[in-house]
Every structure is written in structure tokens, then in C-alpha cells.
Nanobody
Framework: QVQLVESGGGLEQPGGSLRLSCVGSGRAFHSYTMGWFRQAPGKERESVAAISWSGGSTYYADSVKGRFTISRDNAKNTVYLQMNNLKPEDTAVYYC?????????????????WGQGTQVTVSS
């Protein structure tokens, strides 16, 4: 397993932007497929975006397509989630997760390691 630490959350106004970062430990980070999930109060955790180990394959939930971008820098053991044009419904705790499979996946049980989460609040 890999240890993951998220950062970059905070309070932002509707229409604003935030960039989340997730740093992973270990030399094998480059071999993991990474995902971002979010969980709003009273709701189930849902997949937001995912990226293959090489960055060549990505997935986005319909609700964030065109607004969010997932990327990774394997030299820095880091995966990012650039969030633009934020909406109040994006408010949630955001988690990054890692899996040893080669392709992006959207199921919670597809991932082996999880970060502690970072709060994103979108409000005027």
C-alpha cells in the first residue's frame, strides 16, 4: 500500500478555482492508478476523476467534465485535481485513492489506499 496525503482544500466562491494535491509515499507511486473521490454530508462517496499510471488515460464524472482536470507528476509522487468554475454542489470532503490496476476505475472497492481527505466548501 501507499500512504497518501491531500492538501489544497478550502473555502471558495462559486465560479472560483482550487487545486488539490495528493502526495504519495514510496518509490512505486508511478505504478499506481490514482483517483479522486468526494463525499458530501449525508451522501455516499462518489468518484470524481481518475488517471492511469502513465497519465495517458483519464476518467471524469459527468458532473465535473469540462470543469475539473486530473493530472500527475510521477517525479514528485503527486496527483492533482484542478477544479474550475466551482459550484455549491461541489462542496464535499475530497479524497485521493490509489490502486494497483493499470486502468482508471470508479468503484470505491477498486482502490487499496486512501488519504485522510480535504474539505472543499463552495459558498458565497
Amino acid at each position: 500500500q501507499v500512504q497518501l496525503v491531500e492538501s489544497g482544500g478550502g473555502l471558495e466562491q462559486p465560479g472560483g478555482s482550487l487545486r488539490l494535491s495528493c502526495v504519495g509515499s514510496g518509490r512505486a507511486f508511478h505504478s499506481y492508478t490514482m483517483g479522486w473521490f468526494r463525499q458530501a454530508p449525508g451522501k455516499e462517496r462518489e468518484s470524481v476523476a481518475a488517471i492511469s499510471w502513465s497519465g495517458g488515460s483519464t476518467y471524469y464524472a459527468d458532473s465535473v467534465k469540462g470543469r475539473f482536470t486530473i493530472s500527475r507528476d510521477n517525479a514528485k509522487n503527486t496527483v492533482y485535481l484542478q477544479m474550475n468554475n466551482l459550484k455549491p454542489e461541489d462542496t464535499a470532503v475530497y479524497y485521493c485513492a490509489a490502486r494497483s490496476g493499470s486502468l482508471p476505475a470508479t468503484g470505491i472497492h477498486d482502490y487499496d489506499s486512501w488519504g485522510q481527505g480535504t474539505q472543499v466548501t463552495v459558498s458565497s
